[in-house]
């Protein structure tokens, strides 16, 4: 009788020492792939959250890209503008360098072949005559000259 109470307790004392690593073993389990699920999750997550902000950059750099080129081709505009501009005025200047040069040439021949232009041709013109030329536009460029309602 001993011994069938003695198997009988140990059956008992191991069938709960075994019955509680298992429930233990479950519950360690369950809190494993209970931890995992939530690592993936988390993990999920922060992807989703990196795929939002790529997609918001992206775009924001589309629109910052669309604002330059625009500024761009409106400063590519300008520039070509200033550049006919420019090469409207270095076109005069040249023009006029041109006529400048031939005046001197033609001064400096008519105060070599004139005697009497030699006498007076480094004189000043008398106060008012230099003004009233200007103001009437002798000796101008023709297109410049206005017509003065006086």
């Given amino acids: 009788m001993m011994g069938a109470v003695l198997k009988w307790a140990l059956k008992t004392v191991a069938g709960r020492w075994v019955t509680g690593l298992l429930i233990a073993s479950l519950l360690s389990g369950a809190a494993y792939m209970w931890y995992n699920f939530k690592k993936n999750l988390v993990e999920q997550g922060t992807q989703i959250c990196v795929q939002e902000i790529n997609q918001e950059t992206m775009e924001h750099l589309a629109r910052a ?3 330059e080129k625009s500024a761009r081709a409106e400063l590519t505009a300008k520039l070509t503008a200033a550049a006919v501009v420019n090469q409207t005025a270095r076109d005069r200047h040249q023009r006029l360098q041109q006529q400048l040069t ?3 040439v033609a001064m400096a021949e008519q105060a070599r072949t004139d005697n009497e232009y030699k006498e007076w041709g480094d004189t000043p013109l008398p106060s008012g005559v230099a003004d009233r030329l200007r103001q009437s536009g002798a000796g101008s ?3 410049t000259v206005r017509d003065d309602p006086d």
């Fill in 102 to 104: 031939a005046l001197e």
């Fill in 65 to 67: 890209l669309a604002d």
């Fill in 141 to 143: 460029d023709p297109s």
